[in-house]
């Protein structure tokens, strides 16, 4: 192990917390940023090149890319959960044996999810009553995207996996790379090349690859104790299981959100396609917000299942508090950010007058909202971090549930407003029923340390 990994741990496992937090968020928020502004330079070059059509085309694809993602995303996720318990317990032999597993039980579950997405996006697009000229240009770029998803898979799995070793920082960078190169190769095939669609997702795939690459090879570089030598690289069945346990669950929760958000976008269908552009564009909107409290929330989780893999129960508890603290502050500038300026946000990615209208209406309406996502974030990280997912998820599938039902009664009435209020309603029931119960988990621990100690 070298020199600066193992002071990375010993910050972990001894440092400040509010300080260790901060310091090994901010790569994962950045990190978060510009993974973002993969799809915001989508949207943004699509709409000021292409024009409504193609805009709107990316904007209807996006919840069935996003189910994709957050399958594959929330699985690497999961498995970061098991591979930082493993760190903090220094157990390298057992972290080998799930690298292997994890890396080729989820590059065969990709392909599987590419497939489906090939055989089953178009018809869902139809049965969204989705014009044929906007679900042509969305099928252009989604079957681009599931072509290269080995790629997205990649990258996420062996960024995680450097996260939970307490590197934050190499990710970040790879991904600040990778998202200029893919800013100047989207204005060059879309811009001057005249690709249309496939131009952004030929771009998009391409630095998905390049993200991929550079992530393994920084793996091998600096994780050499768990470098899979050749006849290494195999299944362990009964580990598989384990790994299955942590990531089916943080996959499903990441899923069900967008499966959502999908539904809602269906009911939109009939308020015509520039509101369900701005509603899609708030949503991206929103999708960047979030890297904030998704980053810190990410970086508690290392912090707290390395400890929690270390048997530190009372440092756990502390690094829980730190979290709070920083997304109450979070969740109040971005409220007073997305009351203020809604307008010069979703402007970024159209002119039209009705698409920035409705994506301010929601915006502009969700500002009020953001503390109870905020900190359900932070709850569930709580949880993660000590492998609760199953929790975590059932939670999610609630609070979704609660939305879709809500809005499906509210929009006719209220509009997009009724989206927003039966969106905070969701939030509001997780943070509710996951706030209560990590009071009485925080209980326990505390009790458990006062007697270990």
Known sequence: MGAAKKAKNEMILSGSPMKTVLIFAVPIVLGNVFQQLYNIVDAIVVGNYLGDTALAGISVATPIMDIVNALIIGGTLGVGVLTAMLFGAGNTDRLKTVHSTSVLGGSVITILLAAVGFAFSGAILRAQGTAPEVCAEALRYLHIIFAGLIFCFLY??????????GDSRTPFIVLLISSVLHALMDILFTGFLGMGVIGVAVSTVSCQAFSAVLCMMFTRRRLGEIRL?????????????????????????????????LLIQGMLTGLGTDTVTGYNMGIRTEQFIFCFSQGFSAAMVVCI?????????????????????????????????????????????????????????????????????????????????????????????????????????????LGITGICLAVAAGWALLTLIEGAYSIKVSRKLAAKARSAA
């Open 305 to 413: 299942s390395q400890n929690y893999g270390h048997g530190n129960i009372a440092r756990m508890r502390r690094f829980h508090g730190c979290g709070l603290i920083i997304v109450i502050v979070l969740a109040a500038i971005v409220g007073i950010v997305c009351r203020t300026v809604p307008h010069v946000l979703i402007g970024v990615f159209s002119k039209t007058p009705s698409v920035i209208r409705a994506g301010v209406q929601y915006t502009g309406t969700m500002a009020f909202f953001y503390i109870f996502s905020f900190l359900g974030e932070i709850t569930q990280g709580f949880f993660r971090s000590m492998g609760r997912l199953r929790l975590t998820m059932i939670a999610s599938l609630l609070q979704v549930v609660l939305r879709v039902i809500l809005s499906y009664f509210l929009i006719p009435v």
């Open 156 to 165: 996420n799995y062996y960024a995680a996996l450097l996260r939970s070793s």
């Open 229 to 261: 030598k050749r006849g290494a690289l195999h299944i362990n069945w009964a580990e598989g299981k384990n790994v299955l346990n942590y990531a089916w669950a943080a996959a499903l929760q990441q899923a069900v959100i967008c499966i959502g958000r």
